[in-house]
């Protein structure tokens, strides 16, 4: 019956060219989206993926004893950065509250620790520079000072 509709269509001229266009219209319809690639090949540069910046839990986390120590500062801060004393995670283990002493240029700003605002913002980082370094004990000092002596 459907070849018998198409065989009538095709006899007349006119139906030919509307036959025609609908099944024009259903192909590009019914066709999957060409790659951008493809219709513009001078756009083979495929631009990075944007990394999610990190809120101040998320830093910590990878630090030794959770960031307790070390310190951080947003993104933005020039010269000023926490040391973290103590932080509360809450059971997600993404979120929570820290407290932290201020320092200004690397030196201490304040004597007590205070509420750090901004946890959660997503733009903390740590700064390597000014985190916990080795001291050594006076008693360490005399052995090695003996062995010099030596």
Not at 45 to 68: D, H, T, Y
Not at 126 to 132: A, D
Request: with cysteine; glycine share 6%; net charge positive.
């Amino acid at each position: 019956m459907a070849t018998a509709l198409i065989n009538r269509a095709i006899s007349k001229p006119e139906a030919l060219s509307a036959f025609r266009l609908s099944f024009n219209l259903l192909r590009n319809f019914s066709a999957p989206a060409a790659s951008p690639s493809i219709e513009n090949p001078s756009s083979d540069s495929i631009k990075p993926k944007r990394r999610k910046k990190k809120n101040l839990i998320e830093v910590a986390q990878f630090l030794p004893n959770w960031g307790i120590g070390y310190h951080m500062a947003k993104a933005h801060w020039n010269g000023i950065s926490y040391e973290i004393t103590k932080i509360n995670l809450y059971k997600d283990g993404r979120h929570g509250k820290a407290w932290g002493v201020v320092h200004k240029d690397g030196l201490r700003a304040a004597e007590a620790p205070k509420k750090i605002s901004g946890v959660h913002k997503r733009c903390w980082k740590y700064i390597p520079n000014l985190s916990k370094t080795n001291t050594t004990t006076p008693a360490a000092n005399s052995a090695t000072a003996d062995v010099q002596a030596a």
